[in-house]
C-alpha cells in the first residue's frame, strides 16, 4: 500500500513540474513574456501585414515585448504591444513588420533611433511594412504582365522593321541618300581642301583683329573710365538742372497764379486801382483835375504870383 502511494505521489510531482514546463514553453512559444515592470507602447503602420496578437517585439534582434491589440484607426493600422524598457528609446524611434525566421510568422523589429532627445512614451511609434513573400510574388505578376506586353509591342516593332527591309524601294531610297550624303561629304572635304589657305588666313585674320582690339582697349581704357565718369557726373548734374527747372516752374506758375488773383480783383473789385482804370467818371474828373493845374502853373510862370503878405494883427 505504502509503494502504492509512493508511485502515485511521484507520478503526482511528474505531472506537476510537466504541466509547468508546458506552460512555460506555450508562453514562450506564443511571444509571452513575464516580466515585473512593463510599459504598453503603441505603434502605427500603413497594414499589419500579417501581424497578430502575441507576435514578439524585438529590439536590435532582442526580445523585449508582445503584442496586446492590432486594431484600425484613420485608414492605417493601430498597434498596442508591452515592452519591458524604453530607457533606450530616442525621439526618432522607428518600428517595422518582418519574417521570423523559423516559424514564418511575423515580428515588431524597433530601431532605437539615436537623437539626443529621449522618447515620448504617450507619442506613437511611426513604422512600415516589409514586403513579404506574397508581396513579392504579387509584384513579381504584376512586372510579368508587364513584361508580357513590352514583349508584344517589341514583337509588332520586329515585324514593322521587317516589313520595312523587305520593301525595295525603301531599300534603294535608302541606299541612294547615302550616296548622296557622301557625295555631299566629298564635295565639302574638296570645297575645305581648296580653301584651306583662304580659311586659315582668315583665322589668322581673326585673331590679329581680335589682339589689337585687346591691345586698344588696354590703351584706351583710363580714358574710357574717365568718359564714363564724367557722363556720370554730367547725367548726376543734369538731373539737378531738372530738379531746379521744375522748382522754378512750380514758383512762376505760383507768381502767375497770384498775378492773375491780383487783376482779378483789380477788375472786379471796389479800389482805387479798379476806379482808375475802369470809372470813366473818376477818369474825367482827374483829367479835368490835371488841366486845371497845367493852367495854374502856365499862369504862375506868365505873370508871377501877387501875395499881399500882413504880419501882426488885423487893424
Known sequence: MKDIKKIELKVGIVSFFATILLILGIILGRGYKVSVSTQTIKL???????????????????????????????GTVLVTATIDNVDDFRKDVKARITILEVTGGKKVEI????????????KEIPGETAADFSNIV?????ILLDAKETLKRLDTTLTSTNKLLSDKNFIANTKEAMENANQ??????????LNQANINQTLKSLKD????????YARYEPKINRLVDKLDSLST????????????????DTTLSEINQILFEIKNGENLANKLLYDRKLAQRIDSTITNISNFINTIQKYGVNVNLRLGTRP
Open 209 to 216: 583683329i581680335t589682339s589689337q582690339l585687346v591691345k586698344d
Open 111 to 122: 530601431s532605437p533611433g539615436s537623437s539626443q532627445e529621449p522618447f515620448d512614451i504617450t
Open 184 to 193: 555631299s561629304l566629298l564635295i565639302t572635304r574638296q570645297i575645305l581642301e
Open 44 to 74: 502605427r503602420f500603413p497594414n499589419s501585414g500579417g501581424l497578430q496578437v502575441g507576435s514578439p517585439v524585438v529590439v536590435n534582434g532582442v526580445k523585449r515585448g508582445t503584442v496586446s491589440t492590432i486594431e484600425n484607426n484613420d
Open 138 to 142: 504579387s509584384d513579381l505578376g504584376i
Open 237 to 252: 548734374q543734369t538731373s539737378i538742372i531738372l530738379q531746379n527747372g521744375k522748382t522754378t516752374i512750380k514758383s512762376l
